[in-house]
């Protein structure tokens, strides 16, 4: 087959649904079918070129510096990418819209409902209806959106795509009508690269504070939904308790809110325990997962967790919060360490954790392993994603999820 993903950027800092795509281009590959994106960057952005699919960038580049040209940057508006959907689309075998509330779905709603190529929307967490609590404001604008764009989508889906079941529940909540057809298709990452000293040496490069010292790992998009705040206060309430292990927080957002988190560092008194290297690439990544004691994530709201299953795949413990929709199956696997996304009670998983004996630590990473090969591996959503395609193609129902 060949499919089309329709995503708003290919760049790697936007975290989970592009790491995805990448991820899902490899088993794709692998199983004989092509991908393609379709991206609003524009062609001269180095992660355009480094792709490794072909990425049709069709933003249009906007010049200048002031509020309007970083409004008409940030709502990225892009007819071309529009006139070209509508007509190459059915050249493809299937469409993957990856993503809502931007204007790469708006291009998919004008182009893609009624037509001859069946998609797919991954809604990758954006229909939580904890947005709605945090952003009052911005979920009463999301309505009107829903009743002109994005539930017109939806509606015209072979399939509305979730990674786990909670995070079909909780869809259901945020908007109306809702008359979608809904697959449950998984998600998850590539099994790992097997761990070599190189890696482990281009992580502590990243981290000379750190030396070859034990430490607890954060490694994602630095965001106030990922709970950062609550982590670092956690680490506050147990660093006594374990002073052989630091944090290293790995990662990048908004100069203004991780400068607010390193001052909350620095006030905790264990500001020179905290280390923050930026976003992990590459060895440096890896090495980053196979060294760490266990890998930490406080969501206060996390559809999937990309990093849940990376850490799995290494055989390394979690922590995690019981807002990542998946703490279900990690729970269910005792593969980690489950807790609210409060400061007290994260602290009390954190202790659990490093207390465990030798052998404990061991029989949980290998419960970890195991959990990867069998809810975590993307090759199987691909194939689930796939099938969808074939049985739209033939005509043939989508099962509804009840």
Same mark, same amino acid.
């Given at each position: 087959?060949?499919?089309?993903?329709?995503?708003?950027?290919?760049?790697?800092?936007?975290?989970?649904?592009?790491?995805?795509?990448?991820? #899902?281009?490899?088993?794709?590959?692998?199983?004989?079918?092509?991908?393609?994106?379709?991206?609003?960057?524009?062609?001269?952005?180095?992660?355009?070129?480094?792709?490794?699919?072909?990425?049709?960038?069709?933003?249009?580049?906007?010049?200048?510096?002031?509020?309007?040209?970083?409004?008409?940057?940030?709502?990225?508006?892009?007819?071309?990418?529009?006139?070209?959907?509508?007509?190459?689309?059915?050249?493809?075998?299937?469409?993957?819209?990856?993503? #809502?509330?931007?204007?790469?779905?708006?291009?998919?709603?004008?182009?893609?409902?009624?037509?001859?190529?069946?998609?797919?929307?991954?809604?990758?967490?954006?229909?939580?209806?904890?947005?709605?609590?945090?952003?009052?404001?911005?979920?009463?604008?999301?309505?009107?959106?829903?009743?002109?764009?994005?539930?017109?989508?939806?509606?015209?889906?072979?399939?509305?795509?979730?990674?786990?079941?909670?995070?079909?529940?909780?869809?259901?909540?945020?908007?109306?009508?809702?008359?979608?057809?809904?697959?449950?298709?998984?998600?998850?990452?590539?099994?790992?690269?097997?761990?070599?000293?190189?890696?482990?040496?281009?992580?502590?490069?990243?981290?000379?504070?750190?030396?070859?010292?034990?430490?607890?790992?954060?490694?994602?998009?630095?965001?106030?939904?990922?709970?950062?705040?609550?982590?670092?206060?956690?680490?506050?309430?147990?660093?006594?308790?374990?002073?052989?292990?630091?944090?290293?927080?790995?990662?990048?957002?908004?100069?203004?809110?991780?400068?607010?988190?390193?001052?909350?560092?620095?006030?905790?008194?264990?500001?020179?325990?905290?280390?923050?290297?930026?976003?992990?690439?590459?060895?440096?990544?890896?090495?980053?997962?196979?060294?760490?004691?266990?890998?930490?994530?406080?969501?206060h709201q996390e559809n999937f967790g990309v990093v849940v299953a990376e850490a799995a795949g290494c055989a390394k413990r979690v922590v995690i919060s019981d807002q990542v929709n998946i703490f279900d199956?990690?729970?269910?696997?005792?593969?980690?360490?489950?807790?609210?996304?409060?400061?007290?009670?994260?602290?009390?998983?954190?202790?659990?954790?490093?207390?465990?004996?030798?052998?404990?630590?061991?029989?949980?990473?290998?419960?970890?392993?195991?959990?990867?090969?069998?809810?975590?591996?993307?090759?199987?959503?691909?194939?689930?994603?796939?099938?969808?395609?074939?049985?739209?193609?033939?005509?043939?129902?989508?099962?509804?999820?009840?």
């Amino acid at each position: 087959m060949r499919i089309l993903h329709v995503i708003a950027s290919c760049d790697p800092r936007g975290g989970g649904p592009i790491e995805g795509v990448r991820r #899902l281009g490899e088993a794709f590959r692998v199983a004989g079918h092509e991908q393609e994106l379709l991206t609003l960057d524009t062609p001269d952005q180095p992660w355009v070129r480094e792709h490794p699919a072909t990425v049709h960038a069709l933003g249009t580049p906007v010049s200048g510096r002031g509020p309007i040209a970083r409004l008409r940057r940030r709502v990225a508006r892009s007819p071309d990418a529009t006139a070209w959907l509508r007509r190459h689309g059915r050249a493809y075998d299937g469409i993957i819209v990856d993503g #809502l509330w931007n204007y790469s779905t708006r291009v998919a709603r004008l182009a893609l409902p009624g037509g001859d190529t069946p998609y797919i929307v991954f809604t990758h967490g954006m229909l939580d209806p904890w947005f709605a609590g945090k952003y009052p404001l911005k979920h009463a604008l999301k309505q009107v959106f829903w009743r002109f764009n994005e539930g017109v989508l939806l509606r015209g889906a072979a399939a509305v795509a979730f990674t786990c079941e909670q995070e079909r529940r909780l869809a259901r909540r945020s908007f109306a009508p809702w008359r979608m057809r809904e697959a449950v298709v998984g998600f998850g990452t590539s099994l790992p690269p097997p761990p070599t000293t190189a890696m482990e040496q281009a992580f502590r490069a990243t981290v000379p504070a750190l030396g070859m010292g034990g430490y607890l790992l954060f490694m994602s998009r630095i965001h106030e939904k990922k709970g950062v705040d609550v982590l670092i206060a956690a680490f506050a309430e147990i660093a006594a308790a374990f002073p052989a292990i630091d944090l290293v927080i790995g990662g990048t957002g908004a100069e203004s809110y991780v400068a607010a988190l390193r001052r909350q560092a620095e006030a905790s008194g264990y500001g020179a325990r905290i280390h923050w290297p930026g976003m992990l690439g590459g060895d440096a990544k890896w090495g980053a997962f196979y060294a760490c004691d266990a890998m930490v994530l406080s969501s206060h709201q996390e559809n999937f967790g990309v990093v849940v299953a990376e850490a799995a795949g290494c055989a390394k413990r979690v922590v995690i919060s019981d807002q990542v929709n998946i703490f279900d199956e990690v729970a269910a696997a005792n593969a980690g360490f489950i807790a609210s996304d409060e400061v007290q009670d994260f602290a009390r998983a954190l202790r659990d954790c490093l207390a465990q004996s030798p052998a404990e630590r061991a029989a949980m990473e290998q419960r970890g392993a195991a959990l990867f090969a069998e809810k975590f591996n993307i090759a199987a959503t691909a194939v689930r994603l796939l099938n969808v395609f074939s049985a739209a193609r033939s005509r043939n129902p989508i099962p509804r999820a009840e």
